[in-house]
């Protein structure tokens, strides 16, 4: 069973004057094939800042601690193996990359991944039924990348690329921002779909058959957690995991709001 550990990580960024500001103060978490965790915080509690990190983003200092995937040390890979090991990171602000289209960027993430490009004919048909269960238009695979795309349209998007490219972890960074009631619905299904799926490649590169994949669900709101509902629930305020629960504690952030973990934090 493919599982993501996090432990005692802390993390600094780059400010100017060559600076370096805490963010991450000791984050211990651990993300398994089937599970979905939900992290939830106030702005600027570091919620971002663990995905990046995780993904390898420059900006990004690791001063200490460690991520492992399957016992491998992720913060010794590079960006693009890091990919290839199985992680997948959805960013809450995708690039626009013009003159380059949906279907030739998915094909070629997928070529980079695997290691060999899937079949022309395979790929058509994949990309075909995997966009039609997203209910994306057709003519959507031939738009250049992000460029003009609703939020909706990126949000969609990025569930297409979890679904084509089968990382065994999806860490997906405010995947419900800007979307509209039924876009929300359409990628919390996406999610669900892809949280119970068996992984279907080789040993060599990918989830096992039979254990479903993990996901990393980062959000302000509890909105999209009605429709993806979360096996465990984290809430971080000022670079740590301050409160652990399941379902209920998202419930209880609905009501309640953050400020009582906030307060206990700034007292801790």
Do not use: C, W
Request: charge should be negative; glycine fraction near 12%.
């Amino acid at each position: 069973m493919s599982t993501l550990e996090i432990r005692d990580l802390h993390v600094s960024v780059e400010e100017a004057a060559g600076t370096r500001r805490e963010i991450l103060r000791g984050v211990d978490l651990t993300v398994s094939a089937g599970q979905t965790h939900a992290i939830m915080g106030p702005n600027g509690s570091g919620k971002s800042t663990l995905a990046y990190a995780i993904a390898g983003h420059p900006k990004y200092h690791v001063t200490s601690g460690s991520v492992t995937l399957d016992g491998a040390d992720v913060l010794a890979l590079s960006v693009d193996a890091r990919a290839r090991a199985g992680l997948f990171l959805a960013m809450q602000y995708p690039v626009e990359v013009p003159g380059v289209s949906v279907s030739n960027f998915l094909r070629t993430a997928m070529t980079a991944v695997r290691g060999e490009a899937p079949k022309l004919r395979d790929f058509a048909r994949q990309l075909r039924e995997s966009m039609a269960e997203l209910s994306i238009d057709p003519a959507f695979a031939q738009r250049n990348l992000n460029e003009g795309f609703s939020g909706g349209e990126k949000k969609r998007h990025e569930i297409l690329q979890l679904e084509l490219l089968d990382p065994k972890i999806a860490i997906l960074d405010e995947t419900d921002s800007g979307l509209d009631i039924d876009a929300l619905k359409v990628v919390s299904e996406g999610i669900n779909k892809f949280r119970g799926a068996s992984g279907g490649r080789s040993p060599a590169g990918q989830s096992a058959a039979g254990e479903g994949h993990g996901v990393l669900l980062i959000t302000h709101y509890t909105r999209i957690l009605r429709y993806v509902r979360p096996d465990f629930v984290h809430v971080f305020v000022g670079g740590r995991i301050v409160a652990e629960g399941g379902s209920e504690l998202a419930d209880e952030l609905e009501s309640e709001g953050y400020e009582k973990y906030v307060r206990e934090g700034a007292s801790a």
